[in-house]
């Protein structure tokens, strides 16, 4: 059941990374690239875990620090692109922001009601969870961005919600990395 449901999110993730990185080059959006990155960083994540699945709880602990860590890299990545649009200026379309996030939203909402039908989920899966409510949590705010931009016909909301992806992604790392201690700390206590 974990490995089938890794599967589907895995896929949904690929799927919504490509679509976000061609709606945001479209759209010349950073809120998109941004969830773009996001949902390709998921699917690497998610890759490491359906390969973590089978082994044993130190291979599990050893994946959900890689994907924490990968989560906080990426948020390195979306400040650095807000920064250079910030610079250089962009001219975001806030109606391809709003349909491409209301779209991912529909889709995250899949990935959280699969991931929430699991029972007692080990690390990656928790490390998952974080991603998919991470990832709707961000859906929402480009919808924001997306009306602010249509009507005051600036690129400053755009930017400033892939500023908060930023920080929600690293948050997201952050809470993954302690999880994966806290499970280290567990297993040094009971021998496993």
Do not use: Q
Not at 10 to 38: E, H, K, M, P, R
Not at 56 to 79: C, D, E, M, P, Q
Not at 103 to 110: K, Q, S
Request: aromatic letters at 10%; proline letters at 2%; one cysteine or more.
């Amino acid at each position: 059941m974990e490995r089938r449901t890794l599967w589907i999110v895995l896929a949904l993730n690929i799927g919504l990374a490509v679509a976000f990185f061609a709606t945001g080059a479209f759209g010349d959006s950073s809120a998109l690239i941004a969830n773009g990155l996001d949902n390709l960083s998921d699917s690497f994540v998610y890759a490491i875990s359906l390969f973590a699945l089978s082994r044993s709880a130190k291979w599990k602990r050893g994946a959900a620090n890689v994907s924490g860590g990968l989560l906080i890299l990426f948020a390195a990545g979306i400040l650095y692109d807000a920064w250079r649009r910030y610079i250089g200026g962009s001219d975001p379309l806030g109606t391809i922001m709003i349909a491409m996030a209301l779209i991912a939203a529909a889709i995250n909402a899949v990935c959280v009601w699969l991931l929430a039908k699991l029972k007692n989920p080990d690390v990656n899966i928790r490390a998952a969870n974080t991603f998919s409510y991470n990832d709707f949590a961000a859906n929402l705010g480009i919808v924001v961005a997306g009306g602010l931009v249509a009507w005051l016909g600036t690129n400053w909301p755009d930017l400033v919600v892939g500023v908060i992806v930023a920080g929600i992604a690293a948050w997201g790392g952050i809470d993954i990395l302690r999880d994966a201690h806290g499970e280290h700390h567990k297993a040094v206590h009971t021998g496993k």
